[in-house]
Protein backbone atom coordinates (compact mmCIF):
# COMPACT_ATOMS: atom_id res chain seq x y z
CA UNK A 1 0.00 0.00 0.00
CA UNK A 2 1.10 3.35 -0.78
CA UNK A 3 2.28 5.85 2.19
CA UNK A 4 -0.15 8.62 0.92
CA UNK A 5 -3.15 5.67 1.12
CA UNK A 6 -1.68 4.59 4.54
CA UNK A 7 -2.35 8.02 6.14
CA UNK A 8 -5.35 8.18 4.61
CA UNK A 9 -6.22 5.87 6.57
CA UNK A 10 -4.26 7.09 10.23
CA UNK A 11 -7.33 8.70 12.17
CA UNK A 12 -5.07 11.46 13.06
CA UNK A 13 -3.95 11.79 9.81
CA UNK A 14 -7.10 12.58 8.41
CA UNK A 15 -8.16 15.20 11.73
CA UNK A 16 -5.31 17.06 10.62
CA UNK A 17 -5.67 17.36 7.48
CA UNK A 18 -9.31 18.20 7.69
CA UNK A 19 -8.46 21.10 10.60
CA UNK A 20 -5.74 22.18 7.57
CA UNK A 21 -8.61 22.97 4.35
CA UNK A 22 -11.43 24.00 7.37
CA UNK A 23 -8.34 26.62 8.37
CA UNK A 24 -7.44 27.79 5.40
CA UNK A 25 -11.37 27.71 3.76
CA UNK A 26 -12.34 29.43 7.18
CA UNK A 27 -10.07 32.15 7.30
CA UNK A 28 -10.11 32.88 3.51
CA UNK A 29 -14.03 33.22 3.38
CA UNK A 30 -15.53 33.35 6.84
CA UNK A 31 -17.63 31.04 8.91
CA UNK A 32 -21.10 31.30 7.13
CA UNK A 33 -19.65 30.85 3.67
CA UNK A 34 -17.93 27.69 3.78
CA UNK A 35 -19.60 24.02 3.93
CA UNK A 36 -18.69 21.20 5.57
CA UNK A 37 -19.32 19.64 2.14
CA UNK A 38 -17.12 21.62 0.87
CA UNK A 39 -14.61 20.96 3.55
CA UNK A 40 -15.26 17.23 3.03
CA UNK A 41 -14.60 17.58 -0.33
CA UNK A 42 -11.41 19.46 -0.54
CA UNK A 43 -10.33 16.97 1.82
CA UNK A 44 -11.65 14.06 -0.35
CA UNK A 45 -13.47 12.39 2.36
CA UNK A 46 -17.81 12.22 2.64
CA UNK A 47 -19.46 14.37 5.06
CA UNK A 48 -20.59 11.82 7.52
CA UNK A 49 -16.08 10.83 8.04
CA UNK A 50 -15.85 14.53 8.52
CA UNK A 51 -18.77 14.27 11.12
CA UNK A 52 -17.11 11.22 12.48
CA UNK A 53 -14.33 13.70 13.64
CA UNK A 54 -16.23 16.68 14.10
CA UNK A 55 -19.76 16.23 15.15
CA UNK A 56 -20.67 19.89 13.16
CA UNK A 57 -19.43 23.01 12.07
CA UNK A 58 -19.27 24.54 15.07
CA UNK A 59 -17.18 21.93 16.54
CA UNK A 60 -14.80 21.67 13.69
CA UNK A 61 -14.67 25.70 13.77
CA UNK A 62 -13.23 25.67 17.46
CA UNK A 63 -11.27 22.73 16.83
CA UNK A 64 -9.21 24.59 14.18
CA UNK A 65 -9.38 28.18 15.91
CA UNK A 66 -7.65 26.04 19.16
CA UNK A 67 -4.81 25.07 17.27
CA UNK A 68 -4.57 28.26 14.77
CA UNK A 69 -4.60 30.36 17.99
CA UNK A 70 -1.87 28.20 19.52
CA UNK A 71 0.62 29.11 16.63
CA UNK A 72 0.19 32.93 17.21
CA UNK A 73 0.51 32.70 20.83
CA UNK A 74 3.74 30.76 20.29
CA UNK A 75 4.31 34.41 17.74
CA UNK A 76 3.37 36.77 19.93
CA UNK A 77 5.45 35.34 22.95
CA UNK A 78 8.77 35.92 20.99
CA UNK A 79 7.78 39.30 20.68
CA UNK A 80 9.16 39.63 24.25
CA UNK A 81 12.00 42.30 23.86
CA UNK A 82 12.52 45.83 22.94
CA UNK A 83 10.70 49.39 23.76
CA UNK A 84 7.24 48.93 24.51
CA UNK A 85 6.59 50.95 21.14
CA UNK A 86 8.97 48.02 19.60
CA UNK A 87 6.59 44.97 21.29
CA UNK A 88 3.36 46.74 20.09
CA UNK A 89 4.45 46.90 16.61
CA UNK A 90 5.93 43.46 16.70
CA UNK A 91 2.75 42.24 17.94
CA UNK A 92 0.83 43.82 15.56
CA UNK A 93 2.54 42.70 12.81
CA UNK A 94 2.15 39.01 14.03
CA UNK A 95 -1.28 39.74 14.30
CA UNK A 96 -1.75 40.99 10.64
CA UNK A 97 0.76 38.40 8.61
CA UNK A 98 -1.00 35.46 10.81
CA UNK A 99 -4.52 36.55 10.36
CA UNK A 100 -5.66 36.43 6.83
CA UNK A 101 -9.60 37.01 7.19
CA UNK A 102 -11.00 40.31 8.24
CA UNK A 103 -11.29 39.91 12.16
CA UNK A 104 -14.90 41.96 12.04
CA UNK A 105 -16.42 39.53 9.74
CA UNK A 106 -15.00 36.55 12.37
CA UNK A 107 -16.21 38.81 15.21
CA UNK A 108 -19.51 39.21 13.26
CA UNK A 109 -20.04 35.45 12.46
CA UNK A 110 -19.44 33.99 15.79
CA UNK A 111 -22.37 36.67 17.09
CA UNK A 112 -24.66 35.66 14.48
CA UNK A 113 -23.89 31.64 14.09
CA UNK A 114 -22.89 30.18 17.20
CA UNK A 115 -24.41 28.92 20.11
CA UNK A 116 -23.79 30.92 23.69
CA UNK A 117 -21.45 27.99 25.08
CA UNK A 118 -19.54 28.13 21.86
CA UNK A 119 -19.25 32.08 21.57
CA UNK A 120 -17.78 32.14 25.45
CA UNK A 121 -15.42 29.22 24.52
CA UNK A 122 -14.34 31.63 21.26
CA UNK A 123 -14.61 34.68 23.56
CA UNK A 124 -12.26 33.20 25.76
CA UNK A 125 -9.73 32.01 22.99
CA UNK A 126 -9.65 35.19 21.52
CA UNK A 127 -9.47 37.07 25.20
CA UNK A 128 -5.95 35.37 25.84
CA UNK A 129 -4.84 34.95 22.58
CA UNK A 130 -5.51 38.75 21.26
CA UNK A 131 -6.64 41.10 23.92
CA UNK A 132 -4.35 39.97 27.13
CA UNK A 133 -0.90 40.53 25.11
CA UNK A 134 -1.75 44.09 24.48
CA UNK A 135 -3.18 44.37 28.04
CA UNK A 136 -0.03 43.36 29.57
CA UNK A 137 1.75 45.97 27.83
CA UNK A 138 -0.62 48.65 28.63
CA UNK A 139 -0.26 47.32 32.44
CA UNK A 140 3.03 47.80 32.23
CA UNK A 141 2.97 51.33 30.92
CA UNK A 142 0.09 51.81 33.73
CA UNK A 143 2.67 50.82 36.40
CA UNK A 144 5.54 53.42 35.04
CA UNK A 145 3.18 56.25 35.18
CA UNK A 146 3.07 56.25 31.38
CA UNK A 147 -0.53 55.40 30.41
CA UNK A 148 -3.14 58.22 31.22
CA UNK A 149 -5.40 57.97 34.24
CA UNK A 150 -8.32 58.03 32.15
CA UNK A 151 -7.42 55.23 30.42
CA UNK A 152 -7.62 51.81 31.06
CA UNK A 153 -5.49 49.20 30.15
CA UNK A 154 -7.86 47.01 28.40
CA UNK A 155 -9.74 50.28 27.37
CA UNK A 156 -5.76 50.67 25.30
CA UNK A 157 -5.80 47.10 24.42
CA UNK A 158 -9.12 46.96 22.74
CA UNK A 159 -8.23 49.91 20.78
CA UNK A 160 -5.39 48.50 19.46
CA UNK A 161 -7.53 45.67 18.34
CA UNK A 162 -9.99 47.54 16.79
CA UNK A 163 -7.42 50.09 14.98
CA UNK A 164 -5.39 46.72 13.43
CA UNK A 165 -8.71 45.25 12.19
CA UNK A 166 -9.65 48.68 10.59
CA UNK A 167 -6.02 48.97 8.94
CA UNK A 168 -5.98 45.55 7.92
CA UNK A 169 -9.81 45.98 6.50
CA UNK A 170 -8.63 49.17 4.30
CA UNK A 171 -5.57 47.10 2.93
CA UNK A 172 -6.45 45.99 -1.29
CA UNK A 173 -3.73 43.98 -1.19
CA UNK A 174 -2.03 42.57 1.99
CA UNK A 175 2.32 44.16 1.56
CA UNK A 176 4.40 41.70 1.58
CA UNK A 177 6.49 42.59 4.06
CA UNK A 178 5.03 44.28 7.41
CA UNK A 179 7.64 45.51 8.39
CA UNK A 180 6.97 49.57 9.63
CA UNK A 181 3.66 49.26 8.48
CA UNK A 182 2.48 49.86 11.95
CA UNK A 183 5.03 52.30 13.32
CA UNK A 184 2.47 55.38 12.23
CA UNK A 185 -0.27 53.53 14.48
CA UNK A 186 1.79 52.63 17.14
CA UNK A 187 3.64 56.51 17.14
CA UNK A 188 -0.41 57.61 16.98
CA UNK A 189 -1.23 55.32 19.85
CA UNK A 190 1.03 56.01 22.26
CA UNK A 191 1.60 59.65 21.56
CA UNK A 192 -2.06 60.84 20.34
CA UNK A 193 -1.95 63.40 17.62
CA UNK A 194 -1.20 66.65 19.57
CA UNK A 195 2.51 68.69 20.46
CA UNK A 196 2.20 67.86 24.16
Not at 83 to 107: D, F, K, N, Q
Not at 139 to 168: H, N, Y
Amino acid sequence: MEKSQANRKDPEWTKSRILNVAQQLFMEKGYRAVTTREIAAQCEITQPALYYHYSDKQSLYIAMLERFVSHIQKRIHVVGDGTIAERLEGMLEVLSAEHPTSMMMMVHDILVEFKEENRKRIFSLWKETYLDPFIKIFEEMQKEGMLRESIQPEDAARFCLLTLGQTMSQWKEKPKTLAGQYSLLVDLILNGTTKY
